[in-house]
């Protein structure tokens, strides 16, 4: 037993030592992060802007963060002034890469994109085609395809240097207007979609710098020669850039941007005036809406149905409607119902006649319900959407009046009653 025992123990032991070395050859093949990048050796971006520069370059802007500019949340002010939380690089180049390596050179920090809010794209360059400049976009590994991407009105750079008080920075800013609908924003992959995609055209948002419209606070007393501090410059969201294929042909206005989110389905536009008469009207704010396309055949004759449901809330009075009465709720229900078909209208005029672009997906439409017809007239496309007939029916719901039905410092006898709302709409 004495044997057998020592054998035993002998053989545990051996185990051991050949644990122990297995466990030591591996730690000696270990060599630690030798590829690590720390966060400070990082210039990350936020914002890029691209503009079209002389000799067919292209110049890229990029917006960075500051660190030693930002103040961290809940810390106590210092003595010293901050200066801009975020700085602007420039460089041009033959092509993106080429700008974005000159704009290495500048920088002791290595360029990071993972984090990029926002692609500007100035006017000039995006009628050229911005389809090598997405290239760059979709073959990096650090971008990222949900990064907005939106067309200023004259260059894009300048987009970068305005300000938003409000916000750290232009392009966190851009990003938190992209999220309240105010245009037909696109990410990068969205677009990408319906570049390459069937039966429809790219849109996507317009950005402008308009000056904040009122001074800052303290600011009354400064002279004149200092307007521009008392109301600087800053971006602003409205309007839409309508592509042919990764060419820009044409802007829309704020009214004809509205046109074709109604058509769509996609949310945007919280507020629309109803008109009663040339001095009144009556605001809405819109709850929610959607939409659907239906492609038919009459005949030979392709046509296209466009069926909209909108729910809304009386938000304004201006009027002085009686909103207590049904009769009125209906009325305005029709006449909402008549100003956004109204809108889509326009909007689809203009396409047919300026742009022949088919920016609201009927081409697509016609393709998922009709696959044959449109293998037919795929080619054609463009010319049979300039002559298509678009119906278009807009059922709308107003589901509330507020906390009050009576407009305020109106009596009972002052208040428009359906009578004589119908009268006003019929003279309308």
């Not at 420039?90 to 993106?96: L, Y």
């Not at 719901?397 to 002052?414: F, K, M, S, V, Y």
Request: glycine share 8%; hydrophobic share 40%.
């Amino acid at each position: 037993m004495g044997g057998k025992e020592g054998r035993q123990a002998e053989m545990n032991s051996t185990r051991r030592l050949i644990y122990l070395g297995f466990c030591l050859s591996c730690a000696l093949t270990l060599t630690g992060c030798w590829d690590r990048i720390e966060v400070n050796d990082l210039a990350i971006v936020q914002g890029i802007a691209l503009d079209h520069a002389p000799d067919g370059h292209i110049e890229v802007t990029i917006s960075i963060p500051v660190p030693s500019e930002i103040t961290p949340p809940g810390a106590t002010g210092g003595g010293a002034q901050l200066g801009p939380p975020a700085t602007n690089k420039s460089a041009a180049g033959r092509t993106v890469t080429e700008a974005v390596i000159r704009l290495q050179e500048k920088l002791s920090r290595r360029i990071y994109w993972a984090h990029n809010a926002v692609i500007l794209i100035g006017e000039d360059l995006a009628r050229e085609g911005i389809g090598p400049v997405l290239d760059f976009f979709t073959r990096n590994r650090q971008s990222r395809l949900s990064s907005v991407i939106a067309v200023t009105t004259g260059k894009a750079r300048d987009v970068l240097a305005s300000t938003l008080p409000v916000e750290l920075n232009v392009p966190t800013g851009i990003q938190e207007m992209e999220r309240l609908h105010p245009a037909p924003f696109a990410d990068v992959k969205t677009f990408l979609q319906m570049m390459l995609g069937e039966g429809i055209e790219p849109t996507t948002s317009l950005v402008h710098v308009v000056t904040g419209g009122a001074p800052e606070p303290g600011t009354l007393q400064l002279p004149s020669s200092q307007q521009s501090e008392r109301d600087p410059a800053q971006p602003a969201v409205f309007g839409a850039a309508v592509f042919k294929g990764d060419r820009l042909v044409t802007m829309l206005s704020e009214r004809e941007a509205a046109g074709i989110l109604f058509a769509k389905g996609q949310f945007g536009p919280l507020f629309i005036p109803v008109s009663v008469d040339q001095d009144r009207w009556v605001g809405m704010r819109l709850l929610r809406y959607t939409s659907r396309y239906r492609p038919r055949l009459e005949g030979d004759q392709l046509r296209m149905e466009v069926h909209v449901s909108v729910e809304a809330e009386l938000l304004e009075n201006k009027a002085g409607v009686d909103a207590d009465d049904p009769r009125v709720i209906k009325l305005l229900e029709r006449e909402l119902e008549k100003t956004i078909g109204a809108t889509i209208r326009s909007t689809v005029t203009k396409m047919q006649d300026e742009a022949q672009a088919d920016i609201f997906g009927f081409g697509a439409a016609v393709r998922r319900r009709m696959p044959i017809l449109w293998r037919e007239i795929s080619a054609s496309w463009d010319e049979i959407f300039a002559r298509l007939p678009v119906d278009i029916e807009v059922k709308a719901a107003i589901l509330r009046t507020g906390l009050t039905n009576r407009p305020q410092p109106l009596t009972r006898g002052e208040v428009l009653s359906a009578e004589r709302l119908a009268e006003l709409l019929r003279e309308e």
